[in-house]
């Protein structure tokens, strides 16, 4: 079975651009979480869709950055205008809900954006 | 708000020495602890975790118990490897209801194990 996938692994973009990213989770999945580590720092948590609507974006910095989830399958990540502090890796991860019990998010490998 | 703490690196050790790594937690209610490891080139993974007091998780030689008294969850491992060389988050979650686990990681700490 195919993990959590993100494209692409690596950007570098110029300041003021725009740049899409794409979280494939795994097939089934409802939950899907966006997370961010920016300059060896924690990983802050930025947003959760519950299928195709957001759940909790109470970690999403600023309208420059918006995620969709058209369908409740893969997700994008759209950075617009693109700033130099939204240099970081980004992580994508799925879980699937249980109720009563923990259920692990799988993680996937990250896009490291550099923007310049 | 929540927040987990934990040291800074890099820790270099050589191979078969012990670990220990810290981490200390602040929660408001009683969350579940966890530890993830990103291999170089690889995504984050489950390395271990832990969802009451006094509860031990333990995968792979690694262990950590979660202490409420002092709200720790730190990181051991009798005798590392160079295979272990990676970097290790602790990280929290302040409940699983209905399935959705919200996570509050710390800064992760770097680990190279040497030969």
């Known amino acids: 079975e195919a993990g959590v996938t993100q494209f692409p692994s690596h950007s570098v973009i110029e300041k003021g651009q725009t740049v899409t990213l794409r979280c494939d989770p795994i097939?089934?999945?409802?939950?899907l979480y966006w997370y961010r580590r920016v300059m060896g720092k924690e990983i802050k948590f930025l947003l959760h869709?519950?299928?195709?609507?957001?759940?909790?974006e109470s970690g999403m910095p600023n309208n420059r950055f918006l995620a969709e989830r058209t369908g409740g399958t893969y997700s994008t990540l759209k950075v617009q205008p693109a700033e130099l502090e939204d240099s970081g890796v980004y992580f994508c991860a799925s879980s699937q809900p249980k109720q009563g019990s923990n259920t692990e998010a799988f993680f996937g490998q990250g896009t490291r954006l550099t923007v310049v | 708000g929540d927040s987990v703490t934990q040291m800074e690196g890099p820790v270099t050790l050589s191979e078969e020495a012990f670990l220990t790594i810290n981490c200390t937690y602040t929660?408001?209610?009683?969350?579940?602890l966890f530890w993830y490891v990103q291999y170089p080139g690889e995504g984050l993974q489950l390395l271990l975790k832990a969802t009451k007091a006094d509860d031990k998780g333990s995968n792979k030689g690694f262990e950590a118990t979660y202490r409420k008294e002092t709200t720790s969850f730190h990181l051991e491992k009798g005798s590392v490897q160079v295979s272990d060389s990676a970097v290790y988050f602790c990280?929290?979650?302040?409940?699983?209801?209905?399935?959705?686990?919200?996570?509050?990681f710390g800064a992760g700490t770097r680990l190279a194990v040497h030969p």
């Open positions: 929660a408001t209610g009683y969350p579940s």
């Open positions: 990280a929290l979650s302040d409940g699983f209801s209905g399935g959705y686990n919200k996570l509050i």
């Open positions: 097939s089934g999945h409802d939950n």
């Open positions: 869709f519950v299928k195709e609507s957001k759940q909790d």
